[in-house]
């Protein structure tokens, strides 16, 4: 069946733009996942959605990133007034509910902020 | 606060070798362990899951240790392949399901 996708797959922008980063996640899964991994560095947990509600969102490094899953299905990240050091691959994972089984990660969105 | 790391940072091998690739973590309350697989531009591809409670996993010619006790993971990787060439990420699962990720191992194997 079909995986995680993330659209788009990049996107280039400038400094103090807004910018949409779209998740659609395994059919079913209600667990959702974003992550940041900058540059030779592995992923960072970003937010977590059981559901249409965001479980965990700890990882958000400031009050410019926002996500919504407003169904419970596609997630967007949402990021206003983007600085250089937003420049990353934001990587979007799903999972079934429950357990700690494997999380199914998609291609990434790579953020370049000019 | 959990932290992984991984060594080497990067490795080069040639074909047909076995290696083995070393993850260390700090908090020890884990879920389990995983091991990931990124190609260049790709998303990451799940190889192995070690749940806390198993002391190994393995899938072909891979096969994943895990020590709580000490922290530590394995990846032992028996006669490899150019194809085998990606960088290899651990990453332990906390409350959550939230993935603490290493920064990676960079393994090249050169014919």
């Known amino acids: 069946g079909a995986g995680v996708s993330q659209t788009p797959s990049n996107k280039v922008t400038e400094k103090g733009k807004y910018v949409e980063l779209r998740c659609d996640p395994i059919s079913g899964h209600t667990a959702l996942y974003w992550y940041r991994q900058s540059l030779g560095q592995g992923p960072e947990f970003l937010i977590y959605f059981q559901g249409t509600g965001a479980a965990d969102d700890s990882g958000l490094p400031n009050d410019r990133f926002f996500a919504v899953r407003p169904e419970g299905s596609v997630s967007t990240l949402k990021i206003q007034r983007t600085e250089r050091g937003d420049s990353a691959v934001y990587l979007c994972?799903?999972?079934?509910?429950?357990?700690?089984?494997?999380?199914?990660f998609g291609p990434g969105t790579r953020l370049t902020v000019l | 606060k959990q932290e992984v790391t991984q060594i080497p940072a990067a490795l080069s091998v040639p074909e047909g070798e076995n290696l083995v690739l070393n993850c260390s973590f700090t908090d020890s309350a884990i879920y389990n362990l995983q091991w990931f697989r990124q190609d260049p531009g790709k998303g990451l591809t799940s190889l192995l899951l070690i749940q806390s409670s198993q002391r190994e996993q393995t899938s072909g010619r891979l096969n994943a240790s895990l020590d709580k006790s000490s922290g530590r993971s394995t990846l032992y990787i028996a006669a490899s392949q150019p194809g085998d060439s990606a960088t290899y990420l651990c990453a332990s699962t906390g409350t959550a399901s939230k993935l603490t990720f290493g920064t990676g191992t960079r393994l090249q194997v050169t014919l």
């Open positions: 994972a799903s999972k079934l509910a429950g357990g700690a089984d494997t999380q199914y």
